[in-house]
């Protein structure tokens, strides 16, 4: 025997007109609106609130997780994504704790190794040297030139660019800087020095040398270069040689195009 179970049912204006107490979890449906009320036993229909979705709650509240279940969470119309927990509470993403206040200018995200990430200075970071911080901390190129010691594009208004770069732990190779130029060019600067220990470094220009830098903590810009017009297409290197635990080794190739 089949049977049917029908819910109690009238338009909104006849829920308004009649007002009736509906029994505790008594469903009331308007059949014009689809909107449904839920009986307490007490409140008359007029006192009931609607059954809403999320969208049409302001506050909701969610009794277990969340699964997105494999879904994504968007916006509309270039709409931000806004994480705010509520007064001292921090933003946990796969169980990593992350600020909620905002750093200090120049500063950047660092992990404390116990899964909390916060604020601090570029120099506080393992594994980057002093130089190095201070080239993450430098405000733009111009910043960045003075670290280096190449002075300023006043002083030195032929330069239009440079290759730079950093060798945490340097190794008797060969390390390609440019693997193709794109177009002809003139060297008209090299700079290069390291953090600690010793090491040799021949700049070329594809098979050509264009100078030889003995590099330790104290060596800097290199004068009397070499072949210094590089053709379209051709091979930039540096090759470290006779290395004696150089670390950090810094340096700048520059270049008019």
Not at 125 to 152: E, K, P
Not at 232 to 243: G, P, V
């Amino acid at each position: 025997m089949a049977f049917r179970i029908q819910v109690r049912r009238g338009t909104a204006s006849e829920w308004t007109a009649a007002n009736p107490t509906l029994q505790p979890g008594e469903f009331g449906f308007e059949s014009d609106t689809g909107k449904i009320k839920i009986g307490t036993g007490a409140a008359v229909w007029s006192a009931l609130a609607y059954l809403t979705g999320v969208s049409a709650d302001t506050t909701p509240s969610l009794a277990g997780n969340l699964d997105v279940n494999g879904n994504t969470i968007v916006s509309s119309s270039n709409g931000n994504i806004p994480l705010l927990p509520n007064g001292t509470g921090h933003v946990f993403i796969s169980g990593m704790e992350y600020p909620n206040t905002d750093g200090s200018a120049g500063q950047v995200l660092k992990t404390n190794g116990s899964n909390v990430i916060g604020f601090g200075n570029a120099s506080d970071i393992n594994g980057v040297s002093t130089y190095g911080a201070s080239l993450i901390d430098d405000a733009d190129a111009a910043a960045a030139r003075t670290t280096l010691g190449l002075g300023s594009l006043a002083t030195q208004s032929t330069v239009t660019n440079a290759y730079t770069g950093q060798i945490e732990a340097a190794a008797d190779k060969v390390y390609t800087i440019d693997p193709s130029t794109v177009s002809a060019r003139t060297i008209t600067g090299f700079f290069i020095k390291c953090g600690s220990g010793t090491v040799t470094a021949t700049l070329k220009n594809g098979s050509d040398t264009v100078k030889v830098a003995s590099v330790s903590t104290s060596s800097g810009d290199q004068s009397s270069l070499a072949n210094t017009s590089v053709a379209a297409d051709a091979l930039i290197t540096i090759t470290m040689s006779s290395n004696s635990s150089a670390t950090d080794v810094i340096f700048s190739v520059e270049y008019t195009a």
